[in-house]
């Protein structure tokens, strides 16, 4: 067992990052074991004028996304990332997968370095990607919690009378998610779905383990005006469903949210 101590000017420590002055760290083969002033351990490091703190948590990422770093602010966001024709889907759907290792490699690399050491991510378009995703990450010491991946089937526009329809692609691949366990869903937004669809996802998450739903909700104007808010309400099981942007919600709208969970996250892969 290798055990060293890191002494530092100032750690940040336990839930309310308390700053403990002239702080040492006792680190046995790779944990914690104690944070004080005194060295528990023969082997101390001192790292001279620096800040320790816990690692940091990514809780919104679109990994996919960074081909089109450039791209933002050039176009309007749906022309970049929108679903179906955007530029994102557009690349996805004809890519090889393993082709996108390399400039996945870097990006997790840099995110690394930043201090992040979990994801939330977001893997777009069905379980192609899930595994690359991962398997990178996993080699920069990153860790994915929990993949979200996103079914390659949704609707541009529902249908009244498809309200009730599941498409056959778009459940196979939420089983398929579900099954494999520690993987959640991500939802495109609830009015690129029918209403059984989201139902059925929810359904399926909540009873395989308390799976994870992330889902778009009132990101833009458009979607609001359209009612995606009362829609997801309406379907999804709330316990398990991660509400992200919101950003056009009024104070009434706030009201009706669960109290937990919520997250609001804005931005490409570099600033969310």
Same mark, same amino acid.
């Given at each position: 067992?290798?055990?060293?101590?890191?002494?530092?000017?100032?750690?940040?420590?336990?839930?309310?990052?308390?700053?403990?002055?002239?702080?040492?760290?006792?680190?046995?083969?790779?944990?914690?074991?104690?944070?004080?002033?005194?060295?528990?351990?023969?082997?101390?490091?001192?790292?001279?004028?620096?800040?320790?703190?816990?690692?940091?948590?990514?809780?919104?990422?679109?990994?996919?996304?960074?081909?089109?770093?450039?791209?933002?602010?050039?176009?309007?966001?749906?022309?970049?990332?929108?679903?179906?024709?955007?530029?994102?889907?557009?690349?996805?759907?004809?890519?090889?997968?393993?082709?996108?290792?390399?400039?996945?490699?870097?990006?997790?690399?840099?995110?690394?370095?930043?201090?992040?050491?979990?994801?939330?991510?977001?893997?777009?378009?069905?379980?192609?990607?899930?595994?690359?995703?991962?398997?990178?990450?996993?080699?920069?010491?990153?860790?994915?919690?929990?993949?979200?991946?996103?079914?390659?089937?949704?609707?541009?526009?529902?249908?009244?009378?498809?309200?009730?329809?599941?498409?056959?692609?778009?459940?196979?691949?939420?089983?398929?998610?579900?099954?494999? /366990?520690?993987? %959640?869903?991500? +939802? *495109? =937004?609830?009015?690129?779905?029918?209403?059984?669809?989201?139902? #059925?996802?929810?359904? $399926?998450? /909540?009873?395989? %383990?308390?799976? +994870? *739903? =992330?889902?778009?909700?009132?990101?833009?104007?458009?979607?609001? #005006?359209?009612?995606? $808010?009362?829609?997801?309400? %309406?379907?999804?099981?709330?316990?398990?469903?991660?509400?992200?942007?919101?950003?056009?919600?009024?104070?009434?709208?706030?009201?009706?949210?669960?109290?937990?969970?919520?997250?609001?996250?804005?931005?490409?892969?570099?600033?969310?």
């Amino acid at each position: 067992m290798r055990r060293l101590s890191f002494k530092s000017s100032i750690a940040l420590v336990g839930q309310d990052l308390v700053p403990v002055r002239d702080a040492v760290i006792d680190v046995a083969d790779g944990e914690i074991t104690g944070i004080g002033k005194t060295p528990g351990n023969v082997n101390i490091i001192d790292l001279g004028n620096v800040i320790l703190m816990p690692q940091l948590t990514n809780a919104h990422v679109h990994v996919l996304d960074y081909f089109l770093m450039g791209l933002y602010g050039k176009y309007y966001i749906d022309d970049v990332v929108g679903a179906p024709y955007g530029l994102k889907y557009y690349y996805l759907r004809r890519i090889k997968p393993n082709s996108l290792r390399v400039g996945l490699a870097n990006v997790f690399r840099r995110i690394r370095d930043y201090g992040v050491g979990c994801l939330l991510t977001i893997i777009e378009y069905g379980a192609v990607f899930t595994d690359i995703v991962i398997e990178e990450a996993k080699r920069v010491g990153l860790c994915i919690v929990p993949p979200l991946a996103e079914p390659s089937s949704f609707r541009v526009y529902v249908k009244p009378e498809e309200e009730e329809d599941v498409d056959e692609r778009f459940e196979e691949e939420v089983r398929q998610f579900t099954d494999r /366990g520690g993987f %959640g869903i991500s +939802l *495109i =937004s609830p009015l690129n779905y029918s209403m059984a669809e989201l139902r #059925l996802a929810s359904k $399926l998450t /909540g009873s395989r %383990g308390g799976g +994870l *739903i =992330s889902i778009h909700v009132s990101e833009t104007e458009d979607t609001y #005006l359209d009612g995606d $808010l009362n829609r997801a309400l %309406g379907t999804l099981v709330t316990g398990n469903t991660l509400f992200v942007h919101l950003t056009q919600l009024n104070d009434d709208d706030v009201m009706k949210l669960p109290m937990r969970p919520v997250l609001y996250a804005h931005g490409p892969i570099w600033n969310s």
